[in-house]
């Protein structure tokens, strides 16, 4: 066992879920969270009233987990306690506005909830980013004044191989209806703040996946997890497609719509299943930095098998009117100190009002 193995639970006497403890110690701010909510508006295409200022084109997928045996003795959170449990998966598109364009290149989102037996749930949000691009608030505002939407334009042939020369990433040529794009601020960023790159040259090299359920999903966040023993783990987790990763060609010319039918189709015939991995950190691994991968040779646990079973029908309640946070977590598993990770508390509370998501219970006995 390493030493943050050894670490034991010191907190959590009373069951409480960590998200409603930072709110009611008074760790959201407001008008932070709105900020950070307004930025994101400003930068992207206008968002439809009532619906998601980013991944605001999605799909609403039923399904049910079932935890592996291993699972629960390394967490004590009732979905991995190997009894199967409900699951809405909303998949999305990572742009915001109103206008489709499946077949660009753009980063996916996959937000699950866990509907847990007392009416709670806890929520694991992932997107087919590994790393975020940057560290902390202040970085996301500086960030925002650099990437903002503007026109984009193709780069000629010989100014992609001047940026190859000088060891930048080209930018890629424009869709044919594109006109604006935050891609050129956010490779300025990325080229002068190294702990960027990895997250944005990501972006810019990720393409578009041919199904919803043929890309891999990551959490980006460090967490961490009790066992029926006591020990803390830190953790980080992701999804893998068991019909595996596939892309669509990106030298072909994109299509725009295809993901939600393709799904569809899918799940009339047979349903499409997830692996839940969480890798565990050891000593010396970052914590609390999302833009940091952790090694490849760090021990991967399959926590459990994720099927989904068919598109909901009423995709209001089961897809958009849903607000997940990254930090409403079952007992057994606890955020980290990221500061990507506190600031989505509020953050994702102010847009699910801004836009009358609905509100849910965090405790067992929160009004509904
Ligand atoms: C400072 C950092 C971030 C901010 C300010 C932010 C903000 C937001 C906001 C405001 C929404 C809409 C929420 C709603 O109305 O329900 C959203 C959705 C989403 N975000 Fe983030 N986000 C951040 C980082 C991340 C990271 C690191 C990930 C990847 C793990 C991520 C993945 C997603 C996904 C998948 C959705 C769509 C969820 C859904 O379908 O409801 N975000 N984000």
New binding site residues.
């Given amino acids: 066992m390493n030493s943050i193995d050894n670490a034991k639970s010191t907190e959590r006497p009373d069951g409480t879920p960590s998200a409603v403890r930072a709110m009611e110690r008074g760790m959201v701010d407001p008008s932070e969270a709105k900020r950070?909510?307004e930025?994101?508006i400003k930068n992207l295409p206008a968002p439809v009233p009532g619906?998601?200022?980013?991944?605001t084109l999605?799909i609403g997928v039923t399904g049910k987990f079932v935890a592996s045996n291993v699972a629960r003795t390394y967490c004590t959170a009732e979905h991995f306690n190997g009894k199967p449990v409900d699951v809405s998966v909303?998949?999305?598109n990572?742009l915001g506005g109103p206008e489709r364009h499946d077949g660009w290149s753009d980063?996916?989102?996959?937000?699950t909830r866990f509907h847990l037996s007392d009416g709670t749930a806890s929520d694991l949000?992932?997107?087919t980013?590994a790393e975020?691009f940057?560290r902390n608030?202040e970085e996301?505002f500086g960030f925002s004044e650099v990437a903002t939407l503007a026109p984009y334009q193709r780069e000629t042939w010989w100014r992609k191989l001047g940026d190859l020369l000088q060891l930048k990433v080209p930018r890629r040529n424009p869709y044919p209806s594109e006109t604006k794009s935050v891609d050129a601020g956010a490779l300025h960023y990325a080229d002068q703040h190294r702990f960027a790159q990895l997250g944005i040259f990501q972006v810019g090299l990720i393409g578009a996946p041919v199904s919803y359920a043929r890309a891999a999903?990551?959490?980006?966040?460090t967490f961490w997890v009790t066992a029926p023993n006591g020990v803390r783990r830190p953790v980080r987790f992701s999804w893998q497609p068991v019909a595996g990763v596939c892309n669509t060609d990106p030298l072909a010319a994109p299509r725009d719509d295809y993901l939600r039918a393709e799904l569809r189709d899918r799940l009339r015939r047979w349903p499409a299943r997830f692996m839940l991995m969480m890798t565990i950190g050891e000593s010396g691994d970052e914590l609390n930095d999302?833009t940091k991968p952790w090694p490849g040779t760090r021990i991967r646990i399959a926590m459990g098998t994720l099927t989904l079973i068919k598109v909901a029908e009423d995709q209001e309640k089961a897809?958009e009117r849903?607000?997940?946070?990254?930090n409403r977590l079952a007992p057994g598993i606890e955020p980290s100190e990221d500061p990507?990770?506190k600031?989505?508390l509020g953050?994702?509370e102010?847009?699910?009002e801004?836009?009358g998501?609905c509100p849910f219970k965090w405790r067992p006995d929160d009004a509904k």
């Avoid at 619906?51 to 991944?55: A, D, F, N």
């Avoid at 849903?322 to 990254?326: E, G, L, V």
């Fill in positions: 950070l909510v930025v994101i619906q998601r200022p980013v991944h999605g909303r998949f999305s990572g980063v996916r989102g996959m937000a949000i992932a997107t980013l975020f940057v608030v996301f999903y990551h959490a980006v966040h999302p897809g849903i607000s997940f946070n990254p990507i990770l600031a989505r953050a994702y102010a847009s699910r801004m836009r998501g």
